[in-house]
């Protein structure tokens, strides 16, 4: 089952072949093209966010709709 956020790092950065300091420069910025969510210490992305930034959900909707 898909997990409902992940990582920014490694998961989010790598997939955009970015690497560890330029993420978090860029999130810092405000400049990914999803949303990023600080919980604590840690830096999460939605899964269904960064499937749709990377092409990989083309519907970006409900199969059901």
């Not at 999460?44 to 083309?58: F, G, I, K, Q, S």
Request: charge should be positive; charged fraction near 25%.
């Amino acid at each position: 089952a898909d997990q409902p956020t992940l990582p920014l790092w490694p998961d989010a950065g790598r997939a955009f072949g970015l690497g560890r300091a330029r993420t978090f420069e860029l999130a810092r910025r405000g400049e990914l093209p999803f949303a990023i969510y600080r919980l604590g210490r840690s830096w999460r992305v939605p899964t269904a966010a960064l499937r749709r930034a990377l092409h990989l959900d083309p519907g970006g909707g409900d199969a059901s709709t």
